[in-house]
């Protein structure tokens, strides 16, 4: 099982991400360049990551031209065909962006740029911390895809306080139903605006993400 870290021009957590899953968790991760197209090394048993950033620039919208990237058409046709893949952050709005998960990722409510430590949980209830750091990462979608999320447990991540309720206090950017991250209806594509490579190294103070991000290869069955 093979993990590929896809780099695009203005990504600046490729590597955050690459040395959490390297040497924090021990995988074997390839960095992918934007401007190729060849995932033949990989299998449907692999997953291709997304990291957060500043794909060219955000210009047009977050994620907008990484979208048409010669890569990410690749990544598409590979999460299709069964793929695992995960965004976080900037990676979130690209899949967004790309139609692989529903709604989109509009500019934070209090219109300022977050960049801290927030909580968030799932379906256990536990909290997690884990860093934020966006402009532009209010959830949102229609009520009936919203529904539909929530019924189908698509919702993988909801912010949360210390305590691990749900709610306007512990949300840092507005997002609708206080959803933190979500999948799609096959569980083969994850997105997510916390950072949990950014919370893997017990030289920062923070394990947290380790267990979101062993949590989410479980939910695609990688582990």
Known sequence: MKFGVVVFPGSNCDRDMYDA??????????????????LSAFTTDDCIILPG?????????????????????????FANAGGKVFGVCNGFQIL???????????????QQFVCKNVYITNETGKPYKIPVAHGEG???ADEQTLDKLEANGQVIFYYCDENGKIGAAGNPNGSTRHIAGICNESRNVFGMMPHPER???????????REI?????MATQLV
């Open 21 to 38: 899953l390297h040497d924090d968790l021990g995988q074997d991760v390839r960095m992918l360049w934007h401007k190729d197209r060849d």
């Open 53 to 77: 950033g500043f794909s060219y620039g955000d210009y047009l919208r977050c994620g907008a031209i990484a979208r048409f990237s010669p890569m990410m058409q690749s990544v598409i046709e």
């Open 138 to 140: 209010r959830y949102y």
């Open 199 to 209: 919370a893997c190294s017990a030289a920062l103070g923070n394990t947290d993400g």
């Open 213 to 217: 991000i062993r949590t989410m290869l």
């Open 96 to 110: 967004c962006e790309s139609h692989l998960l529903p709604g989109g990722l509009l500019r934070n409510s209090h």
